[in-house]
């Protein structure tokens, strides 16, 4: 599967890098190739050049925004939430149109320090807010209730936990369960929550998750939903 993961930072090469073991064709969109490349610095989070990671993943391309979005037939919103309609933006419509947008961004505050607080929320959900924005484009709410390395490797976590999908497409949240079951996610730990307003609650989940952080001290963690039979 031709896949494109827009956002260059820690959570777009640990997706990306976890694609390409399973053999999708991967490429990940920045605004300035040749600027991204040019960084010699760690990023903010403290996460290395990317050029740097480029060189152990030659076979992941760097690509501007449009094509990225033009190349990949699923499409991942792996950007800082607040920045996310931004970089959508400058992929465009047209590349969007039709494609599977997987949103995994959180639309966070970090401007008090930590934990953050949330832009959006009870009302609204950055998921609505890019299905609003591109109503062709069928955009499916996952994976933002785990840490990245959590995301595409669910067996950090000992015993049965949960992840969730939202979309309004039916198809395309088949799609995504399907790169789940890949990650290693088992189909009855990949819980529906209907259509994208489900989207809110589990953008809202990021306030108990860095609560959880802070107790556990580690990022390796997350929460199993049972219900009575």
Known sequence: ????????????RGLAERLDGLGHDVVIGTRDVASTLARTEPDA???PPYAQWQREHPAVRLLTLPGAGTHGD??????????ALAALEGVGAEPLAGKVLLDLALPLDLSEGFPPTLTISNT????????????DTRVVKS?????????????????????????????????????????????????????????RGVEMYARLFFTLYNAFGTFDFNINVTRAH
Request: hydrophobic residues 35%; aromatic residues 6%; glycine residues 12%.
């Open 74 to 83: 699923v499409i991942v919103n792996a950007t800082n939430g607040q920045h």
């Open 45 to 47: 989070m403290g996460t």
């Open 124 to 135: 609204d959900s950055l998921g609505e807010q890019i299905q609003r924005t591109y109503p």
């Open 143 to 199: 994976l933002n209730s785990v840490y990245y390395q959590v995301m595409v490797d669910p067996t950090r976590v000992p015993g049965p936990h949960s992840i969730f999908v939202a979309g309004n497409d039916t198809d395309a949240k088949h799609t995504v369960e399907g790169l789940l079951q890949e990650f290693g996610w088992p189909t009855e730990s990949i819980i529906d929550l209907g259509d994208i307003t489900g989207a």
């Open 1 to 12: 599967m031709k896949i494109a993961i827009i956002g260059t930072g820690m959570v777009g």
